[in-house]
């Protein structure tokens, strides 16, 4: 017993809500749904990517025209160059090479560096802009329900206005306004993307405020902040860990989408930049434009999959 | 009864205001506590039965200030509680505590029972770790449950024992007077027992009072010393046990008595009452009780019975006895 209650207690003999039975249940239900555990693995392998990849391949903004629009390893493309001496078209087959293995783009940039260093542009993006939306939108969410009365009104109508700025036009203006820069990107999402979460947030912890816990913890005269931090926020934590997991596609969607249209910082290489690039040329290299894409969707799509077996099985009314 | 008094209610009202419309306007208030006044000495049970709806589970909160009451005053060990500042409040709230109903929603699932217990010694200034660990382990130890139990956490625990929990928690800053909200209704009929063995234990030894809340009379026969009955927001009979339930005045007494099951089938006529309890948001006037009453009598619906002492301690509202 005293082995248990070193690890579960904190140093001044607060408890610090890791149980660790709880947490084997959960890693139990979510094992059971195949393909969240695939999009954890993607996940993982995306994060050790981002963290490790760029110490291992050339500056992703290294230009060199001798080899640009190679194609990727095993493919080849028809180059036809006119010869004014001769008035003539030659041909010439481009084949990919082993030292450029994606291939290389209009500016003979190698296309797996761009992709690596893009990885930690998204990853980053997506964390921090998240992180800080669901933090807001917790913060919100909970105080508005447990204080409840005009501060929930003025919250709520609050939240209601800022629902309905359209978004993406507010980032695009915002971002005209200041420059494109990665710091400004993430402030916008993360100022703007908490709405959904205050809601969700503010529902749950309604209907946990009038539990006879939270009163019990009232009635030793605790006080709200003490009643919210160690009461409300501990019971909410579990929503707050699948929504911000939800969340993430979406922003990288954001910025790569921003990039695309241009307004993406340019100090940094992400895969919305490449893509814009790429959409120049898909008629003379393809895979500047389509590598980037397949990198979007398998990153959105396993931070779905994973976010929906957390949902399933954090919820004890869900079967897995 | 005993010689101290730790709790006085005088004319304790608690309204909750009905605001409705499209454009919010105050529509009704309901009654839930109108007019309440008791007293319970150190170290005496005082039992509250009465029907769901009726105000019972209010009253106990209305006296912890969990509800801020209408008006009224509630001296409580010499201080009125409603006049406290929200530090002061605080600071009483050790000595006044609640046990509620439900055990299972009134733990903290996140958290685990040794944390639940701690946070009273935390929130009341217990600074040392160790101390606090000690206090914890004692607490347990007095509830009946083993100290080692205190790192796990409610979903391990059966409804007893979480009720001992709750208890424990209560328990904590050495309270003189515990609000027991139907701690035992929620309960098997062999846990009932312990838990209220367990009490009256605890009563005995730290010498507490409790304001024991219930609607199962054989359970409030069993622990109080004596009896309120409260029906739509008003107490209207009040008496020592013994007398209570020999010699019931009221005629909603009366009611509630005969409905008790006994093995002694056919020793009292039965008296059924008829209908629901009618809506405290727009109580009877006159007597609230005289559209059930099987003995209502033609001044019942225009004047309000005064609650008088009829007998040395046994108090009654009602026209019959005045």
């Not at chain 1, 992703?60 to 036809?80: A, R, T, Y």
Request: with cysteine; net charge neutral; charged share 20%.
């Amino acid at each position: 017993m005293t082995e248990t209650r070193s690890m579960t207690r904190g140093k001044a003999g607060m408890p610090v809500y890791i149980n660790r039975r709880l947490m084997n249940y959960y890693w139990e239900r979510l094992k059971k749904n195949r393909l969240s555990l695939v999009g954890l693995g993607f996940i993982v392998f995306l994060a050790l990517v981002g963290i490790f990849g760029p110490l291992f391949v050339q500056d992703p903004q290294k230009v060199d025209f001798e080899i640009k629009n190679m194609p990727p390893l095993g493919c080849s493309i028809q180059e036809s160059v006119y010869d004014i001496k001769t008035s003539e078209f030659t041909t010439t087959l481009i084949n990919g090479r082993a030292d450029h293995p994606l291939g290389t783009d209009s500016k003979g940039r190698d296309m797996l560096a761009m992709l690596i260093a893009g990885s930690r542009i998204s990853l980053l993006v997506g964390l921090l802009a998240s992180g800080m939306a669901i933090f807001l939108g917790t913060f919100i969410g909970v105080l508005s329900a447990y204080l409840g009365g005009w501060v929930d009104n003025a919250l709520m109508r609050f939240t209601d206005i800022m629902m309905t700025f359209p978004f993406f036009l507010l980032l695009v203006l915002i971002v005209f306004i200041f420059g494109p820069s990665l710091a400004i990107i993430v402030l916008v999402i993360g100022l703007t993307g908490w709405t959904g979460a205050a809601r969700l947030i503010r529902s749950e912890a309604l209907s946990l405020r009038t539990r006879d816990f939270i009163t019990a913890s009232k009635a030793l005269g605790a006080s709200d902040a003490r009643v919210m931090f160690n009461h409300l926020i501990p019971n909410v934590i579990s929503l707050i860990i699948v929504m911000a997991t939800l969340s993430i596609p979406g922003v990288i969607m954001a910025e790569a989408a921003l990039s695309f249209i241009g307004l993406g910082d340019p100090m940094s290489t992400s895969w919305g930049t490449i893509l814009n690039t790429g959409q120049h040329s898909l008629d003379t290299a393809w895979w500047v434009a389509v590598e980037p894409g397949i990198m979007l969707f398998f990153t959105v799509l396993s931070f779905n999959f994973f976010g929906d077996g957390l949902r399933d099985a954090f919820d004890p009314k869900a079967s897995v | 009864m005993s010689s101290a008094q730790i709790l006085q209610v005088r004319g304790l009202k608690k309204y909750f205001r009905v605001i409705s419309g499209l454009i919010p306007r105050l529509s009704g208030e309901i009654k839930a506590v109108d007019g309440v006044s008791l007293a319970i000495g150190e170290g005496e049970v005082l039992g509250l039965v009465g029907e769901s709806g009726c105000g019972k589970s209010t009253l106990g909160k209305t006296i912890m200030r969990l509800e801020e009451p209408t008006s009224g005053e509630i001296i409580f060990n010499g201080v009125d509680v409603v006049k406290l500042k929200k530090k002061d409040l605080q600071a009483m709230r050790g000595k006044l505590q609640i046990v509620f109903q439900d055990p299972d929603s009134s733990l903290d699932p996140r958290m685990t029972v040794g944390g639940s217990i701690e946070e009273a010694l935390i929130v009341h200034g217990v600074q040392d770790p160790a101390e606090r660990n000690d206090r914890v382990a004692g607490l347990m130890e007095k509830v009946g449950l083993e100290a080692g139990f205190v790192d796990r956490y409610p979903h391990e625990f059966s409804g007893g024992q979480k009720q001992r929990i709750g208890i424990a928690r209560a328990l904590a800053m050495d309270p003189q007077l515990i609000i027991a909200d139907e701690p035992v209704s929620a309960l098997d009929v062999s846990v009932q027992a312990q838990i209220l063995n367990l009490m009256m234990d605890i009563k005995d030894r730290d010498g507490l009072a409790y304001m024991f809340v219930s609607h199962d009379l054989s359970v409030v026969k069993y622990i109080s010393d004596r009896v309120a009955v409260m029906y739509l927001g008003k107490i209207v009979e009040l008496a020592d046990k013994r007398e209570f339930f020999q010699n019931p005045l009221h005629p909603y007494t009366e009611a509630l008595l005969s409905a008790i099951a006994s093995l002694r089938p056919a020793s009292k006529e039965r008296i059924l009452l008829k209908g629901d309890v009618p809506s405290p948001l727009n109580p009877p006037a006159g007597c609230r009780f005289h559209t059930r009453c099987h003995r209502v009598m033609a001044i019942c619906p225009h004047s309000e019975p005064e609650f008088r002492e009829v007998a040395p301690g046994h108090y009654v509202a009602c026209h019959l006895y005045a």
